[in-house]
């Protein structure tokens, strides 16, 4: 009896052991962020040449055929650089801000790049001064998906803060998802999104445009200066004017519609009046938030999963 009790025991402890190491292995590309406050970007961990530890911004609005580094972190590991050659070096700066520039360091053979057990390939890399671009708060990088992942589903969860990487042959997409089609662009992630505005006057515009999905940008809705939804704006009379670095945008709050169902309050849409590189339509983290965020790389198309309890926080 006793010898039965001791078999017992241990079947117990191989299945529990088995269970913690097969969810472990469940969540080895799980892979959580944070998000400061004070510059709302998403940091998460990224190991360089299996051993240097650095925190990235995710910038899903960045060019996809490189990461960039900053020029004091490379300094502090110069291994990430030794088997790498600059190709040119040119001014760099923010689409945002096209006339703030800073030097900009283009080169090949990055340091091999790990997220989770997920090896991201990149054909070139670069190194600036992010820190005078993106402000004091700014980490060791900036990247995003690489262009080249045709097999994975990225998925950037807002509930528990965490981007999961998941195989593209086992994944499936939640039901309660609104799918779009991925446009086009090997470089860049945007979709054809058809939203009702209803703005505090109680005038109304529907908008059916491509928008870039930027995660470097801590806004709900963008609309640069060229595109015709700003006459309609300039008609508002609840604009709230924000300083943009040296000049100023304009911010509406607005009730929104998607696919005549899905209804968001308190989305705040800004209007661009001056120049600058960025895509006319974006649509920023703060309107991610909202959701569970899906980049279905193989099929070519973007899930958005509704958060069932989402509450707006509204930051002053």
């Known amino acids: 009896m006793k010898k039965n009790s001791f078999v017992l025991l241990g079947v117990i402890l191989l299945v529990f052991c088995y269970s913690c190491i097969f969810k472990g292995d469940i969540y080895t590309n799980r892979i959580p962020f944070v ?25 899903s609005g ?25 190709v040119k070096v040119e001014a ?41 671009i993106w402000g004091p708060l700014t980490v060791d990088g900036i990247f995003n998906i690489p262009a080249n992942d045709s097999t994975h589903v990225w998925e950037l969860n807002f509930e528990q803060n965490y ?18 089609p991925l446009e086009e662009d090997s470089l860049y992630f945007k979709i054809k999104m058809p939203m009702h505005v209803k703005c505090a006057s109680g005038d109304t515009l529907t908008i059916n445009r491509s928008f870039l999905i930027d ?18 704006f300039n008609k508002q009379q609840d604009a709230v004017w924000l ?37 006319d339509y974006v649509l920023g983290t703060n309107f991610l938030k909202r959701f569970n965020v ?6 070519r198309r973007i899930g958005l999963q509704p958060h069932k309890n989402y509450q707006r926080v509204v930051n002053p």
């Open 215 to 232: 995660t470097g940008a801590a806004y709900d809705i963008c609309l640069m200066y060229q595109t015709p939804e700003l006459q309609f």
């Open 35 to 59: 998000i400061n406050p004070l510059d709302r970007n998403m940091v998460l961990q990224v190991k360089f040449n299996d051993s240097t530890m650095a925190n990235m911004i995710f910038d």
């Open 92 to 132: 760099g700066g923010s689409a945002w801000t096209p006339e703030y520039h800073t030097k900009f360091a283009e080169c090949t053979s990055p340091p091999t790049m790990k997220l989770g057990e997920i090896n991201c390939v990149y054909p070139i890399f670069g190194v600036s001064s992010l820190k005078r």
């Open 163 to 180: 981007i999961e990487i998941h195989s593209g042959r086992e994944f499936v997409m939640p039901q309660d998802c609104f799918i779009f």
């Open 294 to 299: 899906y980049f279905d790389l193989p099929n």
């Open 243 to 279: 300083q943009f670095v040296d000049r100023y945008c304009r911010r509406y709050t607005v009730q929104t519609t998607l696919f005549d169902s899905f209804q968001m309050d308190s989305v705040r849409i800004y209007t661009f009046d001056f120049p600058n590189n960025v895509s």
């Open 62 to 86: 960045c060019n996809r055929l490189g990461f960039a580094l900053d020029s004091a972190f490379c300094l502090e590991h110069p291994d990430l650089m030794a088997a790498s050659s600059v």
